[in-house]
């Protein structure tokens, strides 16, 4: 599944699934090029890439701005001459409140780095595919993107609307020859599931938080780097048949995913 000579650009690429996506399509040849608002975790990132004889480099900044987004797309390009690659990973969890007791611009910037951050990249990543004549899209979303799940709703929302992005992307960027397709990870071993369960039960409420410290404790988190993988399959040419899909690690094996 040789990714060489491939140029990817990865939000979020300095922790958790976003880290583990990087490493593993520079181990398959992908130049990688990563973004967050973190420099010093892009840094150390860039550092076991290059350690281990692969090429990358990073971009400082936030995803639902506009200019970061066409700078580090543009980065890209100039380091290594194109783009063939985008895995939009950078997300917040969002307020964890109900929605009566919502501050606004907690709802916003949810929406804004989870959606609109998104739509940005996808934008100036198709731009540069569509020249190239062909380009691979994966949006890290969620299941909360179709189901209801009391506290989030601000984060299911963002979720939501980013798999039907995907879906309609799917179709319109058929002719480009530009497959996008979603992952639902599933409850990850990350900082965001920490950070999660440092809310406490006064934030999420009794039952919610200890459904997510019964998770942790009985070793149901799943390792990003399960994940990875299938980030890595949607990316190589051997997912050129599949566009507009979204879907768990297993809805993927039914498919032909042998990961």
């Not at 979020?12 to 699934?17: A, E, I, P, V």
């Not at 900044?61 to 690659?85: F, H, M, T």
């Not at 988190?221 to 599949?242: C, I």
Request: proline share 3%.
């Amino acid at each position: 599944m040789s990714l060489k000579g491939k140029v990817a650009f990865i939000t979020g690429g300095g922790r958790g699934l976003g880290r583990s996506i990087a490493l593993a399509l520079a181990r398959e040849g992908a130049r990688v090029v990563i973004m967050s608002r973190s420099s010093k975790e892009l840094q150390e990132v860039v550092s076991q890439i290059k350690a281990s004889g692969g090429e990358g480099h990073y971009c400082g900044g936030d995803v639902s701005n506009p200019e970061d987004v066409s700078r580090g797309v543009e980065q890209a390009v100039k380091e290594y001459g194109g783009l063939d690659i985008l895995v939009n990973n950078a997300g917040v969890i969002g307020p964890a409140r109900f929605l009566e007791d919502t501050d606004e611009a907690a709802w916003q910037k949810t929406v804004n780095t989870n959606l609109y951050g998104a739509f940005l990249c996808c934008r100036a990543a198709g731009l540069v595919m569509k020249e190239r004549g062909s380009g691979k899209i994966i949006n890290i979303s969620s299941g909360l993107g179709q189901m209801a799940f009391p506290r989030f709703c601000a984060y299911a929302v963002s979720k939501a609307g980013e798999i039907q992005m995907t879906r309609s992307l799917a179709e319109e960027w058929t002719p480009m020859n530009i497959q996008v397709n979603a992952i639902d990870p599933g409850v990850m071993d990350t900082g965001m599931q920490e950070g999660v369960r440092g809310l406490g039960p006064a934030v999420l409420g009794q039952e919610l938080h200890d459904h997510f410290v019964e998770f942790k404790e009985k070793g149901l988190l799943k390792d990003p780097e399960r994940v990875a993988t299938l980030a890595v399959h949607l990316a190589s040419p051997s997912s050129n048949h599949l566009s507009g899909h979204f879907g768990t690690l297993d809805y993927y094996r039914r498919l032909g995913w042998t990961g």
